[in-house]
């Protein structure tokens, strides 16, 4: 067998064994309805949105890296989040919302939170229509 | 319809614009076609010289052109230009004028543009037999790039974005009432002043950051030109001498580019580090990793005749990896997974083309058979109908698997070397390193990939087959092919760090020995012998310090993931040492410390540096700041919890790592027509007299940026050994609002509280005792003989133990029943107090309280970390670019 036959085979076996890993380790998009049936030694990313009627705690005062909302997925359903870490600046503002942790009882427990906001970066089409 | 006469609108500087991006197009169309022509018919290749070199000046002069247009269109403040209006503003100071320039899409397509076309100048002069053939390609990648600047509509479809669109002819305002104003300039009142460049990019970084990263971007195209003009006129092997000192040239200033992004992200946003491994800066490190890669295989091919195939190989995937990160980061695909990408902006359909053309003519070079170049056309084409169909994904995914094979066919009709290369050379060992660096690059690309994955996994065909798999076999992986749900690790910075750690020890350890290695056939028995010593030593010293700093008796409190990389870890550790080490010996016993040879050893201490402080300053990262102000709560930190933040109540000092914070104030200023918010936060030591002496004071702000939402940035303490990196995760609104103006006065919702005497109730930053409950007597100046009065008396203390007594009233007019209050008020607490009732049946008393808005709460929650040894790295960076350089000059000079 030639050297670069050994080569080949490396990067072939190298390459497969991080698609594999991929699939495997990697989290997955989910929605709550899914995530309560999930391992629960698994995390999930569960994209939403806000739920604005309904009541946001932080109390940094008490504990700094504890922030309650309400979220709902995308098909709908509401759900309590408790996420360990402080309350996202403008968190008010966002449109879409994307928590990743698991469900822990009667609530989602979010080790981190990514948001967009409606702004971010480039935007100025919508607002430059309606003047 | 009769045209509009606008006042104030100046419609020539859009005409001039457009016209120029169009001659720009020609032109450059023009200049690929004629070098072409004389690439395949050399004995024309004279006699269309002038022509050529007329339309290449002629492109590179319109493109300045386009350039200098679009700058002086800012610099009048033109706002009827979409470009202008989104991307500057009247008050911004002219420092900001080229960071406006590049800011959006069309801006930045336009300074890779420019760069192209200043290195097609500099070939024309010095490539000499190889001017047709290069500018023949560099041309074609213009045209592709002028072609995103059109603007242009063909029926229902556009192509490209132009920036010197008006803002009334862009699609979206087309038809809207105020574009039939004459005076909609002087009667709109947002066009009365631009948008702005955003906030958060206005500083030095944005000026110079971007230029480095394109002029990187565009020397990667040098070598891919030369690559492929040698596969057009079939001169295989002696391209890689004249592409050789672009390609360095690429390493050093891509490197320099990715590197400023990173110390821009540490220095001024909060991204909590450096490297984040962010979607968007993967995209630039996976080319540079190629890159580097093939300047290697180049060297040894120049040297030893060796790796033909793979000078191709990785000159071509560089340059296409670099359009596949345009492309990821421009399209809006990755939008679900990283915090700066564009946003979608409808140039897919361009980028897609861009990159499946060179793609497909760089495969066809390479297959170098009839046959199997007919037939990967054949289904190029194919894939081009189904993409005029909108099947995007379908097409994208056929013509990738497609070229795989076509690769891996081609591959064995190429030209190849005789013999192998001998295990004890330095080439063999060089080119397993370029390979190491590409498998490195494949997986994080395929990693950073997952949204695209993901679409492709929404193909009809594929999504049936994956669930009847599932079905049938019950894997989980399957089901998550079948939903097309692969999301990022939730922790990505630690998945990417597990995979690439034993990817940088390969390379270090080859860096480390490989330079030792002669050419062709080694001795090893001297090799032994010289690395002996550098090799004890790194043993020695990186074993000391990694007990030191790894294995002490935190480590078997970690969790077995942690502990796993924490090994990893150590053994990088060993390798970046020995690789330092060992090119300082080598230049020190072997160059005899000659500067001017040893390019190639600095620039590899420098990596060594780099990657060393990279891992002491990522392993090793202390956050400080945990939540110590459970004083006066009951409520627990959780399990799990992160707790990587502190609450400080202004005023309060609370004990921090090895020191004492204090957020002492808070003060705002506007610059630049944006306001910010500083909150000082001052550093005290505790001393053994059990005094604290103040060590420094950091000042993390927040931006009210009203286009982006606030935006937090860092404040560092710079430590020759380590940093410390603050910054504000969250304050209170009225924080950040003119306390002058909006909340001078104002108190918070009253809450009501029955209480008896003894009591306390709790504000957010005081608490109240209702002391006592007495009449009014008939001494007392507020006494009526119409009225019966009651007063409550408070204790209220603040954070700071000051202690004061304000009293509240409540009258009842024994006549008419009607009842009045006083209310008792604390100008040091901003605490107000209204007595309105009592309750004689158990003797309580009801209360309202209600606390001034600017004294309530005033505090921040705040992430602290300390970054050791981080300047390692800084000065890892500075000599890689040095060694890089260095190295450069004397190729230069030899060729």
């Known amino acids: 067998m030639k050297k670069t036959h050994i080569i080949a085979i490396v990067i072939i076996a190298v390459t497969i064994a991080s698609m594999f890993t991929m699939l495997n380790n990697s989290s997955t998009y989910s929605d709550f309805e899914d995530a309560k049936e999930a391992d629960p030694e698994e995390s999930v990313h569960i994209a939403g949105t806000l739920v604005r009627e309904k009541p946001m705690e932080y109390r940094p005062e008490l504990d700094p890296n504890k922030f309650t909302f309400y979220m709902a997925d995308q098909k709908g359903n509401q759900q309590k989040v408790v996420l360990l870490k402080s309350k996202p600046q403008d968190f008010e503002r966002s449109q879409q919302v994307v928590i990743i942790g698991k469900m822990k009882g009667d609530h989602f427990e979010a080790k981190d939170v990514l948001m967009k906001c409606p702004s971010k970066y480039n935007d100025g089409k919508n607002t430059a229509a309606n003047p | 319809m009769k045209s509009i006469d606008y006042i104030g609108e100046q419609a020539w500087w859009g005409q001039l614009g457009h016209a120029l991006v169009i001659v720009a197009f020609v032109t450059a169309f023009f200049s690929a076609l004629i070098n072409y022509f004389r690439t395949k018919s050399p004995e024309h290749n004279e ?45 911004l100071s002219m420092n900001y004028i080229l960071a406006c320039l590049w800011e959006g899409q069309e801006g930045s397509t336009l300074l890779w543009l420019l760069w192209h076309s200043l290195i097609g100048l500099v070939l024309m002069r010095t490539a000499k037999d190889w001017e047709a053939p290069v500018l023949s390609v560099l041309s074609m990648v213009q045209v592709f790039l002028a072609m995103m600047l059109l603007g242009l509509y063909i029926g229902e479809t556009h192509i490209g974005a132009s920036p010197f669109t008006l803002i009334r002819e862009r699609e979206e305002n087309v038809g809207l009432p105020w574009t039939q104003l004459a005076d909609y300039l002087q009667r709109v009142p947002m066009f009365k002043d631009g948008r702005g460049l955003n906030p958060l990019l206005q500083n030095y970084w944005m000026t110079i950051h971007p230029p480095t990263l394109f002029l990187g971007f565009a020397l990667v195209t040098v070598p891919f030109a030369f690559a492929v003009g040698a596969l057009l006129t079939n001169r295989l092997y002696d391209w890689q001498k004249p592409a050789l000192p672009w390609a360095f040239a690429g390493v050093a200033i891509l490197g320099t580019g990715i590197l400023m992004g990173g110390a821009w992200a540490y220095e001024s946003l909060s991204f909590g580090g450096f490297w984040a491994w962010d979607p968007v800066e993967n995209a630039s490190l996976v080319p540079w990793l190629t890159l580097v890669g093939a300047a290697h295989v180049m060297l040894i091919y120049r040297i030893k005749g060796q790796s033909l195939y793979t000078t191709f190989f990785l000159t071509v995937i560089s340059f296409l990896l670099i359009v596949y990160s345009t492309f990821l980061t421009k399209s809006g695909v990755l939008s679900e997974t990283s915090v700066h990408a564009f946003t979608e902006d409808g140039l897919n359909q361009e980028l897609v083309l861009f990159m499946g053309f060179f793609l497909w003519f760089s495969i066809v070079l390479m297959a170098k058979k009839n046959w199997l170049r007919w037939a990967y056309t054949g289904i190029t084409v194919l894939v081009l109908i189904m993409f005029l169909q909108n099947m995007v994904a379908v097409g994208m995914l056929i013509l990738l698997l497609t070229s795989i094979t076509a690769l891996i066919i081609g591959h064995r009709y190429f030209p190849k070397e005789e013999k192998e290369e001998e295990l004890w050379s330095r080439e063999f060992w060089m080119f397993i390193g370029a390979i190491v660096m590409l498998v490195a690059s494949f997986q994080i690309i395929f990693y950073t990939s997952s949204p695209v994955v993901n679409k492709f996994l929404r193909i009809d065909f594929l999504h049936n087959f994956f669930v009847s798999m599932h079905e ?56 032994r012998k010289q690395l002996f010593w550098p090799f004890v030593l790194a043993l020695f010293v990186s074993g000391v310090l990694s007990a ?63 990657l060393l402080g990279a891992l002491i300053s990522t392993s090793k990262k202390d956050t400080i700041s945990q939540n110590t102000s459970e004083t006066d709560v009951t409520s627990i930190a959780q399990e799990g919890n992160n707790a990587e933040n502190i609450y400080l109540r202004k005023g309060d000092t609370l004990p921090m790592g090895e020191y004492l914070v204090t957020y002492s104030s808070r003060s705002r200023e506007i610059k630049d027509g944006t306001p910010y918010v500083y909150f000082a936060v001052d550093f005290l030591k505790p001393q053994e007299t059990g005094k604290a002496e103040y060590q420094f004071t950091l000042r993390p702000f927040i931006q009210l940026n009203p286009m982006m939402g606030n935006a937090a940035e860092p404040d560092t303490r710079h430590f020759l050994h380590k940093d410390i990196y603050t910054f504000i995760k969250f304050v209170p609104m009225t924080s950040l609002e003119d306390s002058a103006s909006s909340t001078g006065d104002q108190f918070d919702d009253p809450k009501n509280y029955t209480i008896a005497v003894g009591d306390t109730i709790a504000a957010n930053s005081s608490i109240a005792i209702l002391d006592s409950v007495r009449k009014v007597s008939e001494s007392h100046p507020l006494y009526k003989s119409e009225e019966i009065g009651v007063s409550a008396h408070f204790t209220v203390i603040d954070n700071n133990m000051q202690r004061s007594n304000p009293v509240a009233y409540y009258f009842v007019n024994t006549t008419t029943g009607s009842t009045s209050q006083l209310d008792a008020k604390d100008p040091n607490t901003g605490l107000k107090l209204t007595f309105w009732k009592v309750r004689p049946e158990n003797g309580k008393i009801d209360v309202y309280m209600a606390e001034l808005l600017s004294k309530k709460s005033d505090f921040i929650v705040m992430e602290a970390s300390v970054f050791p040894a981080i300047n390692i790295l800084w000065i890892g ?18 060729n």
């Open chain 2, 47 to 91: 006699t269309w010289k002038g022509t050529a070199r007329l339309f290449f000046n002629i492109h590179a002069l319109a493109v300045v052109g386009i350039f200098l247009t679009l700058l002086l269109m800012l610099i009048n403040h033109r706002f009827e230009y979409q470009y202008v209006w989104q991307h500057s503003k009247r008050d």
């Open chain 2, 472 to 527: 049938s076999l019950g894997w989980k992986w399957l089901n998550t092919l079948a939903e097309a749900r692969i999301a990022p690790d939730e922790n990505v910075v630690y998945f990417y760090n597990k995979w690439q750690i034993p990817f940088a020890v390969l390379v270090t350890v080859l860096i480390a020995v490989t330079q030792f290695f002669k050419y062709k056939k080694t001795d090893t028995k001297q090799l």
């Open chain 2, 548 to 610: 030191i700093i790894y294995f002490n008796e935190s480590f078997g409190t970690l969790t077995a993931n942690k502990q796993r990389i924490i090994l990893m870890s150590s053994v990088l550790f060993f390798s970046t040492v020995f690789a330092v080490l060992a090119n300082g010996s080598y230049w020190l016993s072997i160059l005899k410390g000659k500067i001017k040879s040893a390019g190639a050893s600095i620039a590899h201490i420098g990596f060594g540096l780099l």
């Open chain 2, 877 to 894: 960076c500075l000599v890689m670019i040095i060694g890089t350089f260095i190295a450069l000059r004397e190729r230069i000079r030899r």
